[in-house]
């Protein structure tokens, strides 16, 4: 796409309000292109169109008229989440309109060195301990996109004196074409989102677009213990500087099976311990690698290893990742709402060494969850579902051969199913057991998005 103010007098739709969208719709608006915000939503359930209109943005609540999309539209920026098959999307391809997100959006914009992040789990909690690392290290981090503010909200704000944090989900990188990172990072690549990308090819490939436009002047950050990031590592134009949890690497941050320390090495033969795994602030397999990656690119954009040390020390966790809610008579009570796939339960499963009641459930995406079997043998005492997976995880639990499994059955709404989900955790627990929220599944099928289901949950727990 051209930059937004070359869109002067010219047409451009924006697919869906939120709050990506709404930041779109205002800056191309500010630079004199005739901005249309349509959503599928009623305009009761639109609270952002008011302020849009007020602004002489028109808004179309609803529906999506046929005529929306035409010759005369210059471009479209659509909301991450909507998929592709839409019609006003289909419309688009028809007539060759270019659709995009707002990542590509931000990206004229912005002219801070960017930093991008993707992949299936441990975006979140690596994107903010990069950030923690380059603001310690006095680097004027911002950090935005599938985190925090919307990235066209920040983009126009930084200067080359900051660096740009990025979030990235395959649903924003699919709509991108010339957005280029100066280091980007690949975490992992797990079976996910396949009724938005319809095929793991199209999932790996959006992906991979947060490497697609960078240069030999750019750094590309991979997941060496990942099979699929290793094949693509032969299609980068980037440098390359890799991280690992179970490889000892000439070039890279990874875990000293040793040791069991944070380790550099420098590609040149010089090898430095960063700290030992034993001391971060945060527990798990998986914070370790998501350690790694952030060491990497903290050290990539010129940050000292004691300056990484002490953040992973004193880093205490994200919201709704692993996050410890309560401990009531000897049973302790965590919040991973996060983990909307299959992957990311098993690795907070395996955190503990304490007897598990899980509470898992959500929005049905089509798989049958056989992967959770063997971790419900192994690790997991008893087990609630809810949402539209409930029977399916219960089968599984009754595979593993759990005595104790329930469902929520009769919730009036998503706050009831959560409280009756924390009520019959509670009553299969005792002392010495960790009550642990890690739905394996999306939000979407009752809350709004899993900070909803998870703050549900914490309210929950504390009112036992």
């Not at 869109?7 to 739709?13: S, T």
């Not at 009761?44 to 849009?52: G, N």
Request: charged share 20%.
């Amino acid at each position: 796409m051209k930059h937004p103010r070359d869109y002067r007098g010219l047409e451009v739709i924006v697919l869906g309000l939120a709050r990506s969208g709404v930041a779109a719709a205002k800056l191309f608006h500010q630079k004199g292109a005739l901005v249309t915000v349509n959503d599928k939503k009623e305009r009761s359930a639109c609270p952002e169109a008011d302020e849009l209109e007020a602004l002489g943005i028109s808004v179309v609540c609803g529906f999506h008229p046929e005529s929306l999309v035409h010759e005369g539209v210059a471009l479209v920026v659509k909301n991450p989440g909507i998929p592709y098959s839409v019609d006003p999307i289909r419309r688009a391809e028809e007539l060759g309109i270019e659709v995009v997100t707002e990542v590509e959006v931000a990206y004229q914009f912005c002219e801070a060195p960017i930093i991008g992040i993707t992949g299936s789990n441990g975006k979140t909690t690596t994107t903010t301990l990069i950030g923690l690392m380059l603001d310690a290290a006095g680097l004027k981090p911002v950090v935005a996109g599938n985190i925090g503010r919307a990235l066209t909200e920040a983009a126009p704000e930084v200067t080359a004196e900051n660096w740009m944090v990025v979030e990235l989900s395959s649903f924003q990188l699919k709509g991108t074409t010339a957005f280029r990172p100066n280091i980007a990072l690949l975490l992992n690549i797990y079976e996910t989102h396949l009724d938005y990308h319809g095929s793991m090819d199209d999932y790996v490939a959006s992906k991979a677009k947060i490497f697609e436009n960078q240069t030999e002047d750019d750094t590309a950050i991979m997941n060496w213990d990942h099979e699929v990031c290793r094949r693509l590592m032969s299609n980068l134009k980037a440098k390359q500087f890799h991280f690992s949890r179970e490889t000892k690497l000439g070039h890279g941050v990874y875990l000293d099976a040793e040791t069991n320390c944070l380790v550099y090495a420098n590609g040149q033969g010089a090898i430095q311990t960063i700290m030992p795994a034993s001391e971060m602030g945060i527990p798990g397999s998986f914070n370790v690698e998501n350690a790694l990656a952030a060491a990497a690119a903290a050290i990539t954009a010129g940050v000292s290893l004691d300056v990484i040390a002490n953040v992973l020390r004193s880093f205490r966790g994200v919201e709704h990742r692993l996050e410890l809610v309560r401990e009531l008579e000897g049973v302790t009570f965590y919040n991973n709402s996060k983990a909307t796939n299959s992957s990311a339960t098993i690795k907070s499963i395996e955190v503990f060494e304490q007897p598990v009641i899980l509470i898992a459930g959500g929005l049905d995406r089509g798989s049958d969850y056989m992967e959770l079997l063997p971790t419900f043998r192994e690790r997991i005492k008893g087990v609630v579902t809810l949402g539209q997976t409930k029977e399916k995880i219960k089968h599984i639990a009754e595979l593993a051969g759990i005595s104790k499994v329930q469902t929520v059955d009769t919730a009036k709404d998503a706050a009831d199913a959560v409280e009756q989900a924390v009520q019959l955790a509670w009553q299969m627990s005792e002392g010495g057991d960790v009550v642990l929220l890690s739905p394996a599944c999306a939000s979407w099928d009752m809350f709004p998005s899993f900070e909803d289901r998870g703050r549900m949950f914490r309210e929950s727990v504390h009112n036992l």
